[in-house]
């Protein structure tokens, strides 16, 4: 699966793809221009049918037909000025987060107590990678805290 950590500052994903026990690496996460970051865990095809969901206006009306089946669904996290929600499978509604710090996939207890501990998002993320087999390769960072004052 995958390892995503938000710290309330940074958004960290790890980069590998796991399928039938076969790893591979690629990109689950992207800054778009206007500063939201977008980042998946799941199934590679709902997540990249998320994104695309959100990227084309995110309307209740279009919500991925994957997302109603446990099997291939997947969650897409929503970062932007200083704030983070999640779109998970059956809803196609933003449910925002109020914590200081959250994680998410397969590594997001790993992430969670690293950053109880202290740890910035990307450590979290570093830390998680040493203990969950569905989480690996580089780690990529977002920076998406609150905007910068006028």
């Known amino acids: 699966m995958t390892t995503i950590a938000w710290d309330g500052q940074s958004l960290a994903i790890d ?3 796991t399928d039938a026990g076969l790893r591979t690496v690629g990109i689950k996460a992207r ?5 939201t970051v977008l980042a ?19 309307e209740r009306e279009k919500w991925p037909h994957c997302q109603t089946d ?4 997947a969650c897409l996290i929503v970062a932007k000025d200083g704030q983070v929600a999640a779109f998970e ?14 994680a998410w996939g397969s590594g ?6 690293a950053m109880a501990m202290g740890a910035s998002a990307e450590k979290a993320v570093r830390v998680a990678i ?13 920076r998406c805290g609150a905007p910068e004052a006028a």
Not at 31 to 35: E, I, T, Y
Not at 89 to 102: D, N, T, V
């Open 89 to 102: 499978r059956g809803a196609p509604f933003a449910i925002p987060c109020h914590e200081p710090f959250m």
């Open 70 to 73: 446990n099997e291939t669904s």
């Open 15 to 17: 980069s590998q793809f």
């Open 108 to 113: 997001r207890d790993y992430a969670l107590g």
């Open 40 to 58: 998946f865990c799941g199934t590679a095809v709902a997540g990249y049918a998320l994104v695309a969901w959100y990227e084309q206006g995110a």
């Open 130 to 142: 040493k203990f969950d087999t569905s989480s690996g390769g580089r780690v990529r960072v977002f």
């Open 31 to 35: 800054k778009l221009s206007d500063g």
